[in-house]
């Protein structure tokens, strides 16, 4: 069974920046679809940013446009949110997200905390 990782979060004034990172536990990342999403406390879980399996296509929620880019090396089996000028509303838990290609079945992170100061 497929797990994936994540790293990188933690605690920021707003303003700064925060790096996640997300990686399978299998060297499989080229046959998976790549997403993050947050949920933040008494807030149902919300669409981050999504990235295609081979990186030519990205989305993103109109939140973040302009301020988070998801990048991915499927040589290094690793996904990337870069987050940018951080605000107290980006104070979430980050979840990743795979979705085998083509198919309906997806697998979640554990979550990794980032929490923006004011």
């Known amino acids: 069974q497929v797990q994936l990782a994540e790293s990188g979060g933690g605690l920021v004034q707003a303003g700064g920046s925060l790096r996640l990172s997300c990686a399978p536990s299998?060297?499989?990342?080229?046959?998976?679809?790549m997403g993050w999403f947050r949920q933040a406390p008494g807030k149902e879980r919300e669409f981050v940013a999504t990235?295609?399996?081979?990186?030519?296509?990205?989305n993103y929620a109109d939140s973040v446009k302009g301020r988070f880019t998801i990048s991915r090396d499927n040589a290094k089996n690793t996904v990337t949110l870069q987050m940018n000028s951080l605000k107290p509303e980006d104070t979430a838990v980050y979840y990743c997200?795979?979705?085998?290609?083509?198919?309906?079945?997806?697998?979640w992170g554990q979550g990794t905390q980032v929490t923006v100061s004011s």
């Open positions: 990235i295609n399996w081979s990186g030519g296509s990205t």
């Open positions: 299998r060297r499989i990342l080229s046959m998976l679809d």
């Open positions: 997200n795979a979705k085998w290609v083509g198919l309906t079945s997806q697998i």
